[in-house]
């Protein structure tokens, strides 16, 4: 198995422009996890869906970051506009859905707004 | 709700020496523990995990966690490092909803020769 997909694996962008970050999950796990890391504040979780929908999105700083899983094989995290403060690595992870199931993570997505 | 503790943010430790770093958990519920660790420049992967059973726990790389319950403590060890362990090493806790986990904040470890 391929592993967990993530793309791009670095971005560098202008404050105010659109970031658009792309995952594919490993085959047959139904849980897929968006993650952010920064010295500052750690591992931090965005959202995560079960079966394609979005189950918690309490982690999403604020209404510029939106995400989608429009199928079981793909999902996105958006930031419109971007600032500055967005930078980090952002990670996808996916497992299976029961708990104590192993989270597989991305290599990540390298962020930086200039 | 459960959350997880780290205590120490870097551990600097010679080759060849014994390393232990450790993890505490609240939880008022069973919990499931699990041990991740991330190199540079990569994801977070797994080392081992407890769901249930013997309290010690054989990971990857030659790591061991005890999980103790009166002690609300899940400590990860090694009896001697290398240093290709160095990396920094995350405790989480299952917390429900599926499949989601609470992250503690990381311990470097820093392997010198």
């Known amino acids: 198995d391929a592993g967990v997909i993530q793309s791009p694996r670095h971005e560098v962008t202008e404050m105010g422009q659109e970031v658009t970050l792309r995952c594919k999950p490993i085959?047959?796990?139904?849980?897929l996890f968006w993650y952010r890391q920064t010295m500052m504040r750690g591992l931090e979780l965005l959202i995560y869906f079960n079966n394609n929908v979005p189950i918690d999105d309490s982690g999403m700083p604020e209404d510029r970051f939106s995400a989608k899983m429009p199928n079981a094989s793909f999902s996105t995290l958006k930031i419109q506009p971007s600032e500055p403060r967005d930078s980090a690595v952002y990670f996808c992870?996916?497992?299976?859905?029961?708990?104590?199931?192993?989270?597989?993570f991305g290599p990540g997505t390298r962020l930086l707004v200039l | 709700a459960q959350s997880v503790t780290q205590l120490d943010s870097q551990v600097p430790v010679f080759e060849e020496a014994p390393v232990e770093l450790r993890c505490n958990y609240s939880s008022s519920v069973s919990v499931y523990l699990f041990w991740y660790v991330q190199y540079p420049n990569q994801g977070l992967q797994l080392l081992l995990k407890?769901?249930?059973?013997?309290?010690l726990v054989k990971g990857i790389n030659g790591f061991e966690a005890e999980f103790n319950k009166s002690q609300t403590s899940f400590h990860l060890r090694k009896p001697s490092v290398h240093i290709s362990d160095t990396a920094e090493y995350f405790c989480a806790v299952y917390t429900g909803g599926g499949n989601k986990l609470t992250f503690g904040t990381g311990t470097q470890l820093k392997v010198e020769l």
């Open positions: 992870a996916s497992s299976r859905t029961s708990g104590g199931e192993t989270q597989y």
């Open positions: 407890y769901l249930s059973g013997s309290t």
């Open positions: 085959s047959g796990h139904n849980s």
